[in-house]
Every structure is written in structure tokens, then in C-alpha cells.
């Protein structure tokens, strides 16, 4: 079958792989209907997290019909239409059983390797390198999903292929930065990045009642997206000081809860930006954590910063002493989609979350390469590159 | 640094290095020493199962560590906090395990038997060990993190479970 792999840094292929087959009893194969590119992948092709091979299949946001299901399956049938969570998670350990499903004991055969750089491993992922799992991705026509119980959603009818298809990992994302957060009704929540993932945790932060929600980024197509199907207000940060503006609509307090969703790769118009692109290419941090500090310098006094932006390693120049001394609570998470998406579909489907709007550009695997440097230089006002592998 | 993480990290050099910083700098002594190449004097190799005490019979152990026989000690107590059991399991004849980079080289004693641990504690929590392979994969050329990363996958199952 037909393949978008990653071949090595910023190069794209698209290659014949062998068909996946069912391995564990609680597996399905799932034909896939829709594929999205992420803002993780970005860092994946960048080889900013290193654990990639060539050849290895990319993609972890999908959704599709069900084309087989493995023995110990009990909820899905064939050709059911389902969405699926990016993460792979067991539904059996003490995380799972927490809601805390991206933290899966045993979801990531390969553990060893987060181990070593973290600590303790998390959770698999699809199509997100060896050191989650080294699963094979969903830019395919046919996908091997384990845990399906756990892991696979039905579709309910009124919800397009298009909307659900960002119930796999944009929008659970969101919803786990602002519940994790602890938004709560009154709040005032500042979120960076306009991507997929920040226009879901606005929209999340205001199902949860927040007062304001504000995005931030440079995109002025993204952020024309987050007026108009999101609803929430915007912030140019090349052509305003943001956290003055913050401050100013908060009535000088600054925002309750500040959500970043840019991660490793994040932009900044001030001097410092050189500073980390050097440190950075010279392997003396890892990742670039403008948003994060630009974050917690805005936040007010006892808030909480979420980092849902995606950071592997070491960050420099972290500002830890504001963190310290205005006593913020500093959290961050991998989704925990699993706890979510029944919801999200449920909003979906009463029009309370729409999501078409960030499928820009729908293209057939063919077209990965294309659709990949698309996505990564925002060509052409793309938000996300979609491809269906049927077409 | 032993010869075979020094090929390595000089082919990545050579590369640009990028791609396996990261895992280099866990092999490589002088970087900050990482938590999970550590392991504890006593031998002990332990993982928390989501089960009531009384549900585990030391006696009748999932295959995986029932194979090692005598060859290891178990030991359960419960976790704090509702967190389930601690299942510990250590050889009776430990020689020096290594390093990490013993380790990287498939030449750890103890390696089988945290394999075994997690397979373990799978079976009790799940029913069934999890297997990515064989995954659809296109062409594998060389890249600079590959070498270095398919060692580290052969092993990273067993380097799993402290
Ligand atoms: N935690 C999770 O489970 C999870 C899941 C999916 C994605 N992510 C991560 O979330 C992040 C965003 O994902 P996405 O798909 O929306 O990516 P994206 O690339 O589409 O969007 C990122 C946005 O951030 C903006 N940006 C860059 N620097 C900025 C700055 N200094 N201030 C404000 N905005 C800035 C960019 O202009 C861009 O619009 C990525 O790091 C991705 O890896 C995390
Ligand atoms: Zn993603
Ligand atoms: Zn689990």
C-alpha cells in the first residue's frame, strides 16, 4: 500500500509498504478515511526529535472505517466508522484508570528510550518515532490500531468525516491543556499559537465558561480563523507588546490561565530568538521556548502555565524565578484524549465545535511531500494539510 | 566511551550529528546523568501492578517469570495509596550489570529479566503483551541516527523496567 514516510531530515517520501496485519487480540485494522499533518510532525521532520528512522510512516491524527477486528475486540464492528486517538494506552493501568491516558504504563513497546532521557516512558503514539512506540502512522491506506476498545470512538451520524476528523488529536489536546489547567468559569485565558491546537483550547477554555479567551500569533489567517469559528479575540504578537496588552484587559492582573501551544519550534521578533536558534543548532538546547517564557512573564500572579506544545529535551534561559516567585503552577501534558472525545463528538455534533475549517488544503498521498512543505511554511493560508487516501 | 558508542557518535559527527544528540548525550558519561540508567544496589528490579495483593500468586507467576524458576526472588507489598502491588523480582546470581552503555551492547545479565517483569505486569494488567512488530515500513537507508537507534530498540524493551 501507498505510504508518506519520513526519510530523513525535511525530506518526505512516499513509498510502498507492506499492508499491517492484526497482531494482538485487541486490535483492529482500520482503512483510513482522512489523515491530518500536525504541529508535531513538524518537529519530527526538523529531526528535532531524534528518534526517527527511514521509512517509518507518519501521522497520528485519523480517522477511517473499520476493515477488521481482532478477537478480543468487544465494541466495534466491520465498517464502522470511527475516529482514533493518537495516543496508544492500555485503559488497565493506575494512569489509564486516572484519566491520565497519555501516561499509559503500557502503551509504548519501547520504553526504554524515554526512560533513559526522562526518567519514567509515557504512553505510544502513532507515527511519532521509536521513542513512542515506533507504531506505524496513518498517512496510509490501512492503519493497525491496539487497544481499540480504548482507543476508537464511533463517529456519531450527523458528524462529517472533516469534523471528526480533528477528534483525533487537535481538538483532545485543547480540551486536556484546559481542563488540566483548571479554567474555570470567570477566567481569563491567554493562548499561544493560532495552529489547530490553540483555536481547540480556545475554544475548550470557553465551553468551560472562561470570561475572555485571547489568542496570540503572527498568522493573520489563522487569527481572522480564531474570530470567526472559534470566537475568541486575537493578538498580533509582531505588531503589539502582548504582555502589556494582557495585562492591560485584565485590569493589570494578567491572564488566570496561560496556555502554550507552539512548542520547540516557536518564533519570536525579539533578540533572544537569535540567541536560541544558535543554542539550538549548536545541540546546546534542544528546544526553543519563546511562547513558554513570553507565558509565564505574562501570567498573573498564582496562575497556571500549560505547556501543550510539544518539548523533548532541554530548554536555556528558563525563567524560573518568576515561575518561583509569583507562585505559578507550571504543567504540561501530552493529550489525554481518551477522556475527552466522547464529549468532543457530542459538542460536534450539536455544532458547539467545528473543526472543517482547519482541513485547508485535502490532497491524496500523492501529494505528501507537497502537503508537508505546505503545512511547514504555512503556504497559501494552510492550517493543515489533509490527505485521503482513498482519493 | 567505549568503541562502539565512539563509532557511533563519530559517524554522527561526521552527519551533523543532529539526529542522535539526544541519544547520545543519555550514552555519554559527562552528559547529565539520565534517572533510567540507574539501578539500585540492591538488585531489585520492581514495577507497580494495578491489583489487589491477594490477586497475585507469587507461587504461579505469568510465564515470563515463571521460566526464570529459582533463579530469582520475588518480593510483594502493596503500593500506597490504592496504586496497586509492587512486584519485585532479582536474580539470585547478580554479577555487575554495567552501565548503560553494557547495556546499549546487549550485554546486560539483567536485561532478560526486566523484559520479563514487563511482560509481567502486561499480562496481569492487560491479558496480552503488546507487539509493534512487524509495522509497515518503507525503505531503511542510512541516517545518521538510525545505526544507533536500531541498537537501542533491540534493547529498549528490556532497558523498560528498573
Ligand atoms: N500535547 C499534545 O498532546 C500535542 C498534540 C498535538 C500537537 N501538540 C503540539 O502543539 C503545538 C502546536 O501544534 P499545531 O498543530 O497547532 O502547530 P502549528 O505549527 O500549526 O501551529 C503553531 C503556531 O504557533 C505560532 N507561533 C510560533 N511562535 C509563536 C510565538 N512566539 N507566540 C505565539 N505563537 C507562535 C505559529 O505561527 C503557528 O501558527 C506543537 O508543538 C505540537 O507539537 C501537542
Ligand atoms: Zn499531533
Ligand atoms: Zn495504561
Redesign the interface.
Known sequence: MKAVTWRGVNEIGVEDVPEPTIINDHDIILEVGLTATCGSDLHLMGGYIPAMRAGDVLGHEFMGTVAEVGRGVTKHQVGDRVVVVSFTSCGQCWYCRQGLWSLCDNGNPNPGITEALWGQAIGGCYGYSHALGGWAGSHARYIRVPYADQGAFPIPDGVSDERALFASDAAPTGWTGAHQAEVRPGDVVAVWGAGGVGQMAARAAMLMGAERVVVIDRYDNRLAQVRTHIGAETLDYEKVDVPAELRELTGGRGPDVCIEAVGMEAHSPGPLYLYDQVKQQMRLQTDRPTAVREAIYACRKGGTVFTLGVFAGVVDKFPLGAVMNKALTLRGAQQHGHRYIPEILDRMSRDEVKTEHLATHVMSLNDGPKGYRMFKNKEDGCVRAVFRPGA | MTSFVGTVASLAARAG???????RS?VDPSAAR????SQPASGWLV??V?REQSDIDTARLPAPLADFGGRIEVRVRPAADG??TELAVRLRDRRSSGG?LSRLGGRDPQAELRSAL?RA??LI???????????????????P??ML??A??K????????
Open positions: 550529528g543532529s539526529a542522535v544528540r539526544q541519544v543519555v539520565p534517572a533510567g540508567a514495577v507497580t494495578l496504586k496497586g548503560v514487563r505486569k502486561q494488567e492487560v491479558g496480552e503483551v503488546l507487539a509493534v512488530d512487524p509495522a509497515p515500513h518503507g525503505k531503511r537507508t542510512a541516517t541516527g538510525g537507534l536500531e537501542w530498540t534493547v529498549a524493551p528490556k532497558a523498560g523496567v528498573r
